[in-house]
């Protein structure tokens, strides 16, 4: 594919609209892309799920760096850029696959599911999922359902991994704030919380939760999964217990 250049956080917001063949805006810190380095480099990544394009600088950057045999990244704009079908050209020139899908609603979990169906199984229909990046819109729900829909789906050992976790916290209402925080919705830091309960409860199912300050990354256990799999729907506190630490009312 050759070299790939990146410009990463508000250098990249900066550079939006200019993406080339070799030169890509990437919402990303220098720190998030050494973390993955360290994490994946030595892993054996044959298939790859990406929810959230932008212009496709995490997508080159993860190509370059895994080789996927099968990559598949979707997001919900329905505006695509020129630059997406000349890397997804580069990727097929080295033997690979690269699929990009817009105007997917990352809450639409049959969609992702028969996404994953269509590219990432093998000829004994077995799946090939061995990554799965979250960069889309950082909400509680959208990525509850994408997770529910996504981890199933994930070989014994895959990694599931969401960013910008903690954004709800870091971000203080202003009038230039993004719209993350324009609607009363649950902080997505609520399904890390959940996620490393469930890893106490079930290792079996998620057998390793690693909390970074940018990036939570979820382990895939061996247990088989239903497609109607839930990571609410283990039995988190003991009873008598909430979410905030306060004692539930006498019955």
Known sequence: MGDILLELGCDALMFAGFATRRHFPALKTAEMLRLYDRILRDRRVEGMFELGIFQGGSCAFFNQLLQPRVHVAVDSCH??????????ADVAAAGRLLKFYHGVDQKNGVTLSDLVTRWLMDDERASILDL?????SHFYEQTKSSFNA????LRTGGIYAIEDWGLAQNIRPTSDSVDVLDSPSTALSR????????????????????VTPDIVFVVRGPARLPMSFDVTGVTLLQ???????????AP
């Open 150 to 153: 996504l981890f199933p789906l």
């Open 132 to 136: 799965v990046v979250d960069d889309a």
């Open 239 to 249: 009873q008598g217990h909430k979410f905030d630490g306060e004692p539930e009312s």
């Open 191 to 210: 399904l890390v919380f959940e996620l490393t309960m469930y890893c106490e409860r079930r290792r079996d199912v998620v057998q390793e939760v690693l």
């Open 79 to 88: 505006e695509s850029w020129p630059a997406l079908p000349e890397l997804a």
